[in-house]
């Protein structure tokens, strides 16, 4: 993993982006050259079409990054990565020939980028044939050894199990006399050197997985293999870095306080993200006001009641404000009370099963941002009547209220909508990897994959 202001990226999805990066100049080079050869125009310097060059391989590139290209799906199996590259390539063509149309007299560039598309789509798909099958062999994932064989090494077992997992493990090493879980781990006892054990192993990773930490630590062992140069990780840190969520099942105040995150350095984040919310929102409010318009008039006419609702939230420490949304329910949609959304749930209307779906519903919400109750990303904000009882029945559900909620967030972009204790649960965790590791590089991310989510409705409800 390599970790990119602050945020893990694995390095088969660097190197696999690079790669990308590279043919998608070579594509939009060989079709200029094409379309060239065709008009019987003198030829140019490659540095006098650098710049268009590298804008079209980096906007083709924010669009797979925005439909999920490089997402775990996507690295298991080619189809859907071709599936998906072929629908990102189409969005930044798009999005390329709009620009031009709008901005810029290049007649010859927009004629150029149909074979730029093509030529992408089949560089791409050769890469995650070739490329993207190499990185995926054992031989280019780190080596790791697990102490321990409980439940916690069989936890770790099933993630490096995965097809876009970035380590495979090597080995297990019973460091209890309690009957082992994981079968196949080796008893401390039988090992005489862990240190040189881990060497013959080619190990480059040691994770923790102890059932029990108290006077079970082997610090002698784990200072040699550290002064070796082999990186030792707790369990936790190493969930938190493999799955981008904080495991809850393990952590502990004290590696709240220990760890890496909660950066004091973020006034300026905060200045740079609410002039981003500022700025946006005032774009979005009036790029969309005919679009709520027109579908709020569609609520009123589809089911009685008004067409935009108020409903309270809980924000920024705790603070609740009212949000504003298109009604999507009937009227009489909590006369029992307030209720989680459930799936094909009877209440939503069929105006409003539309507009949750494609979440316009969530557009009037803009409105919060500008007024600085709400960010475009951040944790989802929750009803004071749920906050209460997930409070008291979740460890550290306040905790992500110490940034302000968001539209969308990680959350959103990584978990389909939950409607149980246990679905909040799972949010939680992502919620509290972002407010510990959040920085403009982790909100820019979350903005693009939001596109994956409203294209292919993951986890509308």
Known sequence: MIRLFKHYIPHSVILLGLIDLVLLMISGDFAWRLRA????????????????????????????????????????????????????????VIALALFNSLFTSQIFWRSTLFYAMLGAIALLVMNRLIVGGILGTAAFRRRVLVLGAGHRAQRLRELGERAESGFVIVGYVGMSEAA?????????????????????????????????????????????????GVHVNDFSSFMERETGRVDLDTVNPSWFIFSDGFSSGRAFSSAAKRIFDVIVSLLLLAMTAPVIA????????????????????????????????LRSMRL???????????????RVTRIGNFIRKVRIDELPQTWSVLK???????????????????????SYYAERHMVKPGITGWAQVNYPYGASLEDSRNKLEYDLYYVKNYTPFLDILIILQTLRVVLWHEGAR
């Open 372 to 394: 600085g109750e709400m960010s475009f990303v951040g944790p989802r904000p929750e009803r004071p009547e749920f906050v209460s009882d997930l409070e008291d029945k979740l």
């Open 294 to 325: 027109l579908f709020a008039i569609l609520v009123k006419l589809d089911s009685k009641g008004p067409a935009f609702f108020r409903q309270r939230r809980v924000g920024l420490y705790g603070q609740s404000f009212d949000v504003i949304k």
């Open 332 to 346: 009489d949609a909590e006369a029992n009370g307030a209720q989680f959304a459930a799936k094909n749930d009877p």
């Open 37 to 92: 050869d065709q008009l019987g125009m003198p030829s140019e310097s490659f540095e006098t079409r650098l710049q268009p060059l590298i804008a079209f391989a980096l906007v083709m590139q924010m669009a797979m990054i925005a439909v999920g290209v490089y997402g775990a799906d996507a690295l298991r199996s080619v189809r859907f990565a071709s599936a998906r590259l072929l629908v990102a390539v189409s969005l930044g």
């Open 180 to 228: 082992p879980i994981v079968e196949e781990a080796i008893p401390r006892t039988a090992i005489h050197n862990l240190k040189r054990h881990v060497e013959n192993l080619g190990v480059s990773e040691v994770v923790l997985a102890l059932e029990e930490r108290r006077n079970a630590l082997p610090l002698k062992d784990l200072l040699r293999i550290k002064t070796a």
